[in-house]
């Protein structure tokens, strides 16, 4: 039970709930919402950002400063860490929904016990979180040490990861429609923005991935996970050489095979991403034929025929969406996963084309009522190959 199990004792373990909507494709027991908390909060993070995806290196640091907590505090917040409250779990601890005494709405993560490796990513995150400011990035609200504890008090993502909402949807999960999917891509590739161009000295994030995306109630997506981010060369260095760390799937060849960390391992790992929005397949997936377990490996080949571009798209997207943007799409991915860093883009030049793919939104209504622009129709024959 732990030391403070007085807090909890007499009392019935509340499960922490809003009145809000429920995460849609959420696979956690905990209803999320705290959408009063988040709109809140959100404000903070926004005005001391008012640059947005703009904001410079010179951003002032947010009005709310990583707090220290209290373990009792944080033991108060999620009902002496109750399984009822446990909204996900990954290779760091386990992930808590919480109500702090200010009624607002937070998620907590308790570090795992064991390891150096997690004393230090706590640390990194930490500092990363406290420097880092932009409305594409998870806030950090606090953080706790307690003996053992380590603790890390986020703001609350009522939809959860990009990953709950891809795959292994259940029958009541709706699909992301193909607008949200790019709005995520835009929000994503502006987080990384902000760390490569706009951070003094540049940040690698190295562990992008759809897990590490997370969602707000308009979809609207935050980078979350620094424990793993580097500070990028400075002067003329081209690299940092770094031990490989990061997800299998996701990190670029020449990164896992030499250690050598550039900008452009972040954007093959976003090139990654991309595919997984388009295609609805995860990175590795172990359940599929061998030939389709890794993703990149399944799509290289697609990519050299435009015609079969079509054959990538999410069959959960029911043929929702503009052919010439899917095409766009597809080819920003594979300049993105080209082998050669070199050869791949800078992430400014992937924002600009993603934030164009934003501005040609589907539009179902048209496409379905036969007043269709060229950008909204549904694949056809005419339409194969060419764009
Ligand atoms: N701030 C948050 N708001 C809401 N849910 C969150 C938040 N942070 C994490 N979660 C949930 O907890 C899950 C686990 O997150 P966590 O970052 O611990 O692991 P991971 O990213 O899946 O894997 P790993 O960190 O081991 O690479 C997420 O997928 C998400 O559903
Ligand atoms: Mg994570």
């Not at 995806?53 to 709310?64: E, L, M, R, V």
């Given at each position: 039970m732990g030391c403070f199990s007085c807090l909890v004792s007499r009392k019935k373990v509340v499960k922490i709930e809003d009145t809000d909507r429920a995460r849609s494709a959420s696979r956690t027991s905990v209803d999320g919402q705290g959408k009063d908390c988040l709109d809140e909060h959100e404000t903070g993070v926004m005005d001391a950002n008012?640059?947005?995806?703009?904001?410079?290196?010179?951003?002032?640091?947010?009005?709310?400063p990583a707090k220290s907590f209290t373990y009792r505090e944080l033991c108060s917040a999620t009902g002496m860490f109750n399984s009822a409250n446990k909204i996900g779990e990954g290779g760091f601890g386990k992930v808590f929904k919480g109500r702090l005494e200010t009624g607002e709405i937070v998620a907590i993560k308790q570090l795992n016990h064991e390891g150096l490796q997690g004393s230090q990513e706590f640390i990194i995150e930490i500092l990363m979180l406290s420097l880092l400011h932009h409305p594409n990035l998870m806030s950090l609200k606090g953080y706790c040490t307690a003996g053992d504890e380590k603790l890390l008090v986020y703001e609350y993502m009522p939809k959860g990861s990009l990953e709950d909402h891809l795959f292994?949807?259940?029958?009541n999960d709706v699909p992301l429609d193909w607008n949200t999917r790019i709005k995520i891509a835009v929000d994503t590739a502006r987080g990384l923005e902000y760390l490569h161009c706009k951070a003094n000295p540049p940040v690698i994030f190295?562990?992008?991935k759809a897990a590490n995306i997370l969602l707000d109630n308009d979809f609207h997506a935050r980078l979350s996970d620094f424990g793993l981010a580097k500070l990028g060369p400075v002067g003329d260095k081209t690299h940092v050489s770094t031990r490989v760390m990061g997800t299998y799937g996701y990190c670029a060849p020449e990164y896992a095979m030499s250690g050598k960390l550039t900008v452009k391992s972040d954007v093959y790992s976003l090139g990654v991403v991309l595919l997984e929005l388009i295609?609805?397949?995860?990175?590795?997936?172990?359940?599929?034929?061998r030939a389709e377990q890794n993703l990149v490996n399944w799509s290289r080949p697609l990519f050299k025929d435009r015609r079969k571009f079509v054959h990538l798209a999410d069959p959960a997207l029911q043929g929702h969406f503009p052919l010439r943007c899917l095409h766009h799409a597809i080819a920003i991915a594979a300049m993105c996963l080209?082998?050669?860093?070199?050869?791949r883009p800078l992430i400014t030049d992937v924002l600009v084309a993603l934030e164009y793919l934003a501005s040609q939104p589907y539009n179902r209504e048209a496409a379905t009522s036969g007043n269709r622009s060229p950008s909204q129709r549904p694949p056809s024959q005419q339409d194969r190959g060419r764009y």
């Open positions: 008012s640059g947005g995806a703009g904001a410079s290196d010179k951003t002032p640091p947010t009005k709310n292994d949807l259940g029958p190295r562990d992008l295609t609805g397949r995860k990175a590795i997936d172990p359940s599929r034929s080209q082998e050669q860093p070199t050869y």
